[in-house]
């Protein structure tokens, strides 16, 4: 080999491994050619070779640069491109619980390469944390467990944090209509039980989370999937228009960070959604789990914040920021207290108090803040490279989403793939995700799929990605 091609090998071993990725910079001409003493002209015609071959760019004044194949953005609602708003969605009986246990209990086999549940990995929470903050407020509170099960459902302490924590996204939540949970699963569940009949129909974003359409199912109630663009979510127009048609029970939406498609509405969509809902008296169950963690400046406002009809029901949890094993939430549940303060003693009773002492103490401590930046950063990091490594692994008309928040992907991919298909061979090859077709109540998405990315970033991951987008073709 001449000198300049083994130069131009070199990077492009680098490059094609993956150890240089998509907008890394390239050392300078002066410094290569010092460092492996070479001429500039030989350095010059190795960039160049790489440059023909697709590999770098050069950008004037800044030196060379691999190339970005740029993620293909998904720009429109996913499976409803040719959709208009005035047409109908038409209400579905879900039935997916049996094929999403065999996912799931698929996904959690040993030694797996976990792209499947959206978790941010340990080390990026607060386990050893909690382990001190629990034995600590135990020691100062050696009563606490003293107390009765169906008593007064909220410590006083968890409260104040709540509603201090609120005012700094600009909500007002008031401490009388908290009601604090086991997670934000059971808030949700306490919602629909008291607002839902068996036989009602709820509106969803499509996709949307699967423990969602879970839960219709088990309550019987069947799931009315509303478009739902990328990057803004719920289409309005088609949730007038549906809500105009027929009785909707209630909305179940995840408006900041939503999963799967990580978007967030707009402030002034979320204020035309509170108005239209009270308007028509359709109840919002707002999940706001991933509030906290989205990329876009300052943290979100709650759909809460822009209602003054005391008609959402804000759900969260500290699942995606502290502990996912904590199994600690709240509802803030508006002109609805009263309904799920009763939900709460039938279901469950009171949420352990020690967790509610230790999750309230661990809110109001200096180092949170610092720590939910810090987690913000390091999730929107790992959800950047793994779209990196979409757009180099994945067949070239894959399409995918560029999340507002939360730690998820949505992959659109040709239309002949079948992802079902693919989670078993993808199984086999050891790699967990979540097949598209669990986000939908009426079997559609079949050629998408969800990747989780809450884990840091690792040759074992870019490894699984280069693998399953072979996989993808195989
Ligand atoms: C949108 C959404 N809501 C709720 C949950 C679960 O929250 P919890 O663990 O508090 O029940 C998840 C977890 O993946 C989620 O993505």
């Known amino acids: 080999m001449l000198l300049y091609e083994n130069l131009a090998h070199e990077f492009s071993t680098l490059i094609s491994d993956g150890h240089m990725r998509p907008g890394d910079r390239l050392p300078s001409v002066r410094h290569l050619a010092q460092q492996r003493k070479l001429s500039i002209s030989t350095v010059v015609q190795a960039l160049r070779s790489l440059e023909s071959r697709g590999m770098v760019e050069a950008r004037p004044q800044s030196g060379y640069f691999v190339r970005r194949r740029p993620a293909r953005m998904l720009e429109t609602a996913p499976g409803h491109a040719g959709m208009a708003p005035d047409q109908p969605v038409q209400p579905v009986d879900v039935g997916l619980s049996r094929r999403l246990v065999e996912v799931l209990h698929a996904n959690e086999a040993p030694d797996m390469v976990p792209l499947g549940s959206a978790l941010p990995a340990t080390e990026l929470l607060l386990a050893p944390r909690l382990n001190r903050l629990y034995a600590s407020v135990a020691r100062r509170q050696p009563r606490i467990l003293a107390g009765s099960s169906h008593g007064d459902l909220n410590e006083a302490p968890l409260l104040r944090a709540i509603t201090h924590r609120a005012l700094e996204w600009g909500c007002t939540i008031a401490p009388e209509e908290i009601i604090v949970t086991n997670s934000c699963t059971e808030a949700m569940t306490l919602c629909l039980r008291a607002v839902t009949r068996p ?153 352990n108090p020690l967790t509610q002492r230790v999750i309230a103490e661990l809110m109001e401590s200096r180092g949170f803040d610092v720590h939910l930046r810090t987690l913000r950063r390091r999730l929107a990091d790992q959800v950047a490279r793994t779209r990196d490594a979409v757009a180099r692994y994945f067949p070239v008309e894959t399409r995918v989403t560029d999340p507002q928040g939360g730690l998820v992907l949505w992959l659109e991919l040709p239309p ?59």
Not at 316 to 330: D, M, N, Q
Not at 416 to 443: K, T, Y
């Open 416 to 474: 002949e793939v079948d992802c079902s298909a693919l989670h078993q061979r993808a199984i086999a090859a050891g790699i967990a995700f979540v097949p598209g077709e669990m986000f939908s109540a009426s079997g559609q998405y079949r050629n998408c799929l969800r990747l989780a990315c809450g884990q840091p970033w690792s040759e074992r991951i870019d490894d699984a990605l280069r693998r399953l987008g072979g996989l993808c073709v195989a």
């Open 199 to 351: 036989g009602d129909t709820v509106a969803v974003e499509s996709p949307t989370y699967y423990v969602m359409l879970q839960l219709l199912e088990a309550m019987g109630l069947r799931a009315l999937e509303i478009p739902t663009h990328p990057v803004t979510g719920i289409s309005l127009d088609a949730l007038e228009l549906a809500t105009r048609e027929r009785k909707v029970a209630a909305c179940l939406l995840i408006p900041n960070g939503a999963n799967p498609l990580g978007s967030l509405m707009p402030d002034a969509a979320k204020q035309r959604l509170a108005d239209l809902l009270a308007a028509r008296d359709v109840p919002l169950i707002e999940d706001d789990i991933y509030g906290d963690v989205c990329f876009t400046g300052a943290r979100p406002r709650p759909v809460h914040a822009f209602d003054t009809h005391g008609n959402t029901m804000l759900c969260t949890s500290f699942s995606k920021t502290v502990s996912p094993a904590l199994r600690i939430g709240f509802v803030a549940a508006g002109r609805r207290t009263a309904d799920i303060v009763l939900q709460k003693t039938l279901t469950s009773g009171k949420t």
